[in-house]
């Protein structure tokens, strides 16, 4: 038996070995791109002699930022904290309404012009409202954070949810599906792929939306400290928590993508990666 099983486990490995090989291939362009950025960033500095208050080296951005970890932690915990409750909450809300708009012709008729109109209004201008109303808490920067996710992924999801074909619904019901059996095996894997693209678009958003209603009104997370240390003369420090904000969106990203793939992967967009 153990001879039978040494064989299976180290023909993983090799598997492993040619995987991380694919995707080193794939990604080595980037990896260029990068790593030549930031040399070009560091020669700059000295070649032009750009003084340090006004663009620091990436270098003294990680020395500087480094030595105020624990209080970037914390604050990327904080904004991470109110990105990830704004989105979930963005999603829950705005996948029913879009789903019941794409369903119902009289509500395509009066919500959806007015979510279109709403839209169209910069979601920093309620921003101050609501703190105005609710305080400096946690709860304002939610509310922030449901309306710069919530359209992205209702929009998308009436889109979705209304695009399906008269020819394919006509064909289920001709095959003796029901409502619910259609839409759980017919209209659902099809409005995915075009739910997702809101989904994504909102995960884009969400630290943005944290961002914007930390600089009107915070007293912690990663906005507040990028306005407090560019008001010191920082960069540096700045540079440090735009990095940190750069990875929390990543995260954030990062996750859709991996529910994407697990939920849709026979999808080209999921196929074609």
């Known amino acids: 038996m153990a001879s039978s099983e ?37 020669w700059s500095v000295d070649l032009f002699a750009i003084k340090a208050y006004i663009l620091p080296k990436p270098t003294e951005i990680v020395a500087k930022g480094w030595a105020d970890i624990p209080r970037l932690v914390n604050y990327t915990l904080i904004t ?21 708009i794409a369903f119902s012709q009289i509500l395509r008729r009066t919500i959806y012009p007015f979510f279109i109109s709403l839209e169209m209004v910069p979601k920093i201008a309620f921003a101050p409202l609501f703190i105005s109303w609710l305080g400096f808490g946690l709860l304002p920067k939610v509310i922030i954070l449901v309306l710069v996710c919530f359209f992205p992924v209702a929009l998308n999801a009436i889109h979705a949810f209304g695009s399906l074909s008269d020819e394919l619904t006509r064909f289920c019901r001709s095959t003796g599906a029901g409502p619910w059996r259609t839409f759980r095996k017919v209209r659902l894997p099809a409005a995915l792929p075009q739910c997702f693209v809101g989904f994504k678009y909102a995960a884009v958003n969400a630290t943005v939306g944290a961002t914007i ?56 967009s999921v196929r074609r990666h």
């Not at 996948?95 to 019941?100: E, K, M, T």
Request: aromatic share 14%; glycine share 12%; proline share 5%.
């Open 80 to 100: 991470g904290l109110e990105s990830f409750l704004g989105y979930l909450l963005a999603i829950a809300i705005g996948l029913p309404i879009g789903l019941a």
């Open 213 to 268: 209603a930390e600089f009107i009104g915070s007293d912690q997370g990663l906005g507040f400290y990028i306005q407090i240390v560019t008001g010191n003369m920082r960069p540096d420090l700045a540079f440090a928590g735009i990095f940190f904000l750069t990875v929390l969106g990543l995260v954030l990203f990062g996750l859709v993508t991996l529910a994407e793939r697990l939920l849709i992967p026979w999808h080209i």
């Open 6 to 42: 040494k064989p299976a486990t180290t023909g993983r490995v090799p598997a492993l070995l040619q995987r991380l090989l694919v995707s080193l291939q794939r990604s080595w362009p980037f990896l260029a791109f990068f790593v030549g950025f930031f040399l070009c960033w560091e």
